[in-house]
T-cell receptor, first 111, second 111 residues
Framework: DAGITQSPRHKVTETGTPVTLRCHQT?????MYWYRQDPGHGLRLIHY???????DKGEVSDGYSVSRSKTEDFLLTLESATSSQTSVYFC??????????FGPGTRLTVT | RKEVEQDPGPFNVPEGATVAFNCTYS??????FFWYRQDCRKEPKLLMS???SGNEDGRFTAQLNRASQYISLLIRDSKLSDSATYLC????????????FGRGTSLIVHP
């Protein structure tokens, strides 16, 4: 399996608090992605990165920001969590931008 | 029309059956195609790539039909462990590194 981890794996937080999710890889892959997955919507891209300090928005980026200061780490921040951001968050990596390898996911609940 | 469409199912089949899923895509310039498998509450995992000439891996066969813009996944001799959601993924190529995911087809294999 690709060396990709996510932390935390589970988190419960209150509305209005900031939350940061971490994705860490040991594969030295160039591309990293953050998705959320909700029933009825499938996987939706939040943000992605095509290199260190190179990031861009996906289809559901409102309310989220990202940072990638080094190859191995991609952080997703919810500046002020809302109940609509309750979801399962997956990080993925890719060396070519084609085949992706996913982390185990983070289950976030915003109360 | 959605970029990538799949029948959500569920496909309910007995052990030993042969089952096939199709996935249609709207962008005729698409270059790369994949099938992923996702178990309940787990991350998606790459099952196989789909090549123009087709691709077979054990009981699994993937085909690409560019003229009709669909890819297919055939599973022979279904096992209980094949029960999962199968995600179709398409990348439009041309330097794009943002694959598009279908919402998945659910397969239930029963004894």
């Amino acid at each position: 399996d690709a060396g990709i981890t996510q932390s935390p794996r589970h988190k419960v937080t209150e509305t209005g608090t900031p939350v940061t999710l971490r994705c860490h890889q040991t594969e030295n892959h160039r591309y990293m992605y953050w998705y959320r997955q909700d029933p009825g919507h499938g996987l939706r891209l939040i943000h992605y990165s095509y290199g260190v300090k190179d990031t861009d928005k996906g289809e559901v980026s409102d309310g989220y920001s990202v940072s990638r200061s080094k190859t191995e780490d991609f952080l997703l921040t919810l500046e002020s969590a809302t109940s609509s951001q309750t979801s399962v968050y997956f990080c993925a990596i890719s060396s070519t931008g084609d085949e992706q390898y996913f982390g185990p996911g983070t289950r976030l609940t915003v109360t | 029309r959605k970029e990538v469409e799949q029948d959500p199912g569920p496909f309910n089949v007995p052990e030993g059956a042969t089952v096939a899923f199709n996935c249609t895509y709207s962008n005729s310039a698409s270059q790369s195609f994949f099938w992923y498998r996702q178990d309940c509450r787990k991350e998606p995992k790459l099952l196989m790539s789909v090549y123009s000439s087709g691709n077979e891996d054990g009981r699994f066969t993937a085909q690409l039909n560019r003229a009709s813009q669909y890819i297919s996944l055939l599973i022979r001799d279904s096992k209980l462990s094949d029960s999962a959601t199968y995600l179709c993924v398409v990348n439009k190529g041309g330097g794009s590194y943002i694959p598009t995911f279908g919402r998945g087809t659910s397969l239930i294999v029963h004894p």
